[in-house]
């Protein structure tokens, strides 16, 4: 088993401080997404679990163990790379047995492991080539295989399929999705592209400055978002934030400035209270008028259109109509809003009820 | 591409061509005459230095005496001795400082590397008499391993200044993939680094054993026993006040080429190698 636990991690490079107390609860075979800005922390985070940056404060446990001063080959860790790291001089066998031949595994059980991994990966006709004679997405596969074959309690990937062009992203992302289904271990896997985090975690954890955000199911993050920071950053395009006030309040419903009524029991708003409003371009219907302006640009995508809206205040807001819409750029359109499917953030971007 | 240009590339490869073409007579003219003279009669080289020689002056003397006459086979070792035992622990120590400066980050990183790197621009003559008195107080006079102590110092700073720029091209991730497959930091050195960097360390090589093969000066002072001298002094006996023996000094002259000749030819295959690898990428 290979539960893992990050307790209070704090990272500083001399008086700089990254990362300001992480907490991190990972269950055995979860597959665990970072997610941030770049500059984040999320990286160094990585690293630090991986053993190859100092922990300033904190610990970091596997399987109830804590791993602050273990060597990363003892940890139970095999990590795949952005730029790959496969050892230049070494054919793709040679850099996939490396690390077994430095463990002193017997021959055999090291040509076993690597001629399995090299079937999953479909790596069997290049086993005796060298990295410099892959393509991207197969120099990305052997680095996989040379983590499966260290047979791991948990892998790392640090933004592994950055470095690939947008049709291989996505089969990549596929492939690594079913290679979780079928080995079952651990993963933590570290990117700044919220569609990989979304398509592939059980658990995100979004990052921002060192601190971590929000942790939850994609779901949870998407629907229940804790604060502006995550409900702007999950979700494309973007979520739209109009800001406003609180003009009047009647027990648990709040009025505010824009002319809607929530219900947020247990809320703590004063009229007058400067708030946030968000709502998801897909949850606005282009029919409707609580909210209307004039149309700046419409972008149509066949199974979905954006309509860019500047209301009368200066505010930008964008409506994802499914299918072709018929509004054209200068038009006068309004929008409906769901009340249901409405979030509102308080002045310090906290999500009330 | 226009027709002009076309011209103009060509024009100025012939151009390049020609002016090293050039360079190379003249720097291959010498050679030629050391080489094509040792195998003249002392008649033949003084009559005639530029000919090749004919039946009628081809002679061996110079080589019979040489060989025959002198303890050749002695310097010929000596030199051999001091200078692959220089290139060795130049380059292990050299290649193992550089990697320490380029791919750990400690403290005072910077002003080693600087301090390093003075022995570039300090010739090294200069301090000839405080090292000789270094080497009569280690009572290392008239050894083999005073001269190879002091070609190390000498050759050491520019093999680190350059082994150090090559390995900082060197990928950091290469180093904590090894690290995360448990390989130790000696073997990262040695199984991953100097593999890599094995066309800089052949360079680094070539550019050490030259003047270390071809030194006069510390041979001259730290090792005057007719037991240690080295082939550029061993050559000096036959160069005398009045009289120079010049069959024996081209014939001595021509065998010293041969040992640094194949000892480059090792280290250009590497070079060679070292460069296609990089460009198959």
């Not at chain 1, 995100?204 to 955000?213: A, C, L, T």
């Not at chain 2, 226009?2 to 060509?10: C, F, I, M, P, T």
């Not at chain 2, 991953?192 to 006069?216: H, Q, R």
Request: with cysteine; hydrophobic share 45%.
């Amino acid at each position: 088993m290979a539960d893992m636990k990050l307790e209070g991690i704090y990272k500083s490079y001399g008086d700089v401080e990254v990362l300001h107390g992480v907490d991190i609860d990972i269950v055995d075979g979860e597959f665990v997404v970072f997610v941030g800005p770049s500059g984040c922390g999320k990286s160094t985070l990585l690293r630090m679990i991986a053993g190859l940056e100092d922990i300033s404060g904190g610990d970091i446990s596997i399987a109830g163990e804590i791993v602050n001063n273990t060597p990363p080959a003892k940890r139970g860790i095999a990590m795949v790379f952005q730029s790959y790291a496969l050892y230049p001089h070494m054919s793709v066998r040679k850099n996939m047995a490396f690390g077994l031949s430095i463990a002193k595994l017997g021959k055999a059980e090291i040509n076993n492991r690597v001629d399995a991994a090299a079937n999953k990966l479909q790596l069997t006709e290049l086993m005796d080539r060298r990295p410099a004679q892959l393509s991207g997405g197969q120099r990305q596969r052997v680095a996989i295989g040379r983590a499966i074959v260290r047979e791991p309690r948990v892998f790392l990937f640090d933004e592994p399929l950055s470095n690939l062009d947008a049709a291989l992203r996505v089969n990549t992302r596929l492939e690594i999705a079913k290679l979780h289904q079928d080995l079952k271990n651990t993963v933590i896997y570290v990117t700044h592209d919220q569609v990989e985090a979304m398509t592939l975690a059980d658990k995100i954890v979004v990052m921002n400055d060192g601190n971590v955000e929000q942790i939850g199911s994609p779901m949870d993050l998407y629907h229940r978002p804790a604060n502006l920071f995550v409900a702007g950053f999950i979700g494309s395009p973007k979520m739209n934030f109009l800001s406003g006030s609180v003009s009047g309040v009647d027990g648990d419903n709040v009025t505010l400035s824009h002319g809607v009524t929530l219900n947020r029991p247990g809320h703590s708003c004063a009229s007058g209270d400067a708030i946030t409003l968000g709502v998801r371009p897909e949850h606005l219907q282009a029919s409707g008028s609580d909210l209307s302006g004039s149309v700046d640009v419409v972008e149509r995508l066949g199974d979905v259109s954006y309509i860019y809206l500047i209301l009368p205040d200066g505010e930008r807001l964008v409506i994802a109509e499914p299918g072709t819409t018929e509004v054209a750029a200068g038009d006068q359109a309004g929008c409906g809003l769901d009340v249901t499917r409405v979030h509102l953030f308080d002045g310090n971007g906290q999500v009330i009820g | 591409m226009s027709r002009k240009s076309l011209v103009d590339k060509s024009l100025s490869a012939t151009l390049v061509h020609g002016i090293l073409i050039c360079y190379s007579i003249l720097a291959l003219w010498p050679i030629f005459l050391v080489v094509s003279n040792s195998f003249k009669s002392r008649k033949g080289i003084f009559n005639d230095p530029m000919a090749v020689p004919t039946a009628e002056t081809f002679s061996t003397i110079g080589f019979d005496k040489v060989l025959g006459r002198s303890n050749f086979d002695v310097y010929f070792l000596n030199s051999i001795t001091v200078t692959v035992m220089t290139l060795g622990i130049t380059l292990l120590i050299g290649a193992m400082a550089a990697w320490a400066l380029a791919g750990y980050k400690y403290r005072l990183n910077t002003l080693l590397a600087f301090y390093l790197a003075i022995g570039i621009m300090v010739p090294i003559r200069l301090g000839t008499v405080s090292i000789l008195k270094l080497v009569v107080a280690m009572g290392l006079m008239n050894s083999l391993t005073a001269l190879i102590l002091v070609y190390i110092a000498m050759s050491l700073p520019l093999t680190i200044f350059i082994l150090n720029e090559f390995m900082q091209q060197i990928p950091n991730d290469l180093k904590e993939a090894a690290r995360c497959d448990g390989v130790s930091e000696y073997r990262i050195f040695f199984q991953i680094i100097l593999p890599l960097t094995k066309p800089a360390i052949a360079t680094v090589g070539v550019f050490t054993m030259v003047p270390v093969w071809n030194d006069l000066w510390f041979p001259l002072i730290l090792t005057a026993d007719d037991s240690v001298r080295t082939v550029t002094l061993g050559v000096q006996q036959f160069v005398g006040q009045y009289v120079t023996d010049w069959n024996s000094v081209l014939a001595s002259l021509t065998l010293a080429i041969v040992p640094v000749f194949i000892l480059y030819i090792i280290f250009s295959r590497q070079l060679i190698r070292g460069i296609t690898a990089g460009a198959v990428k």
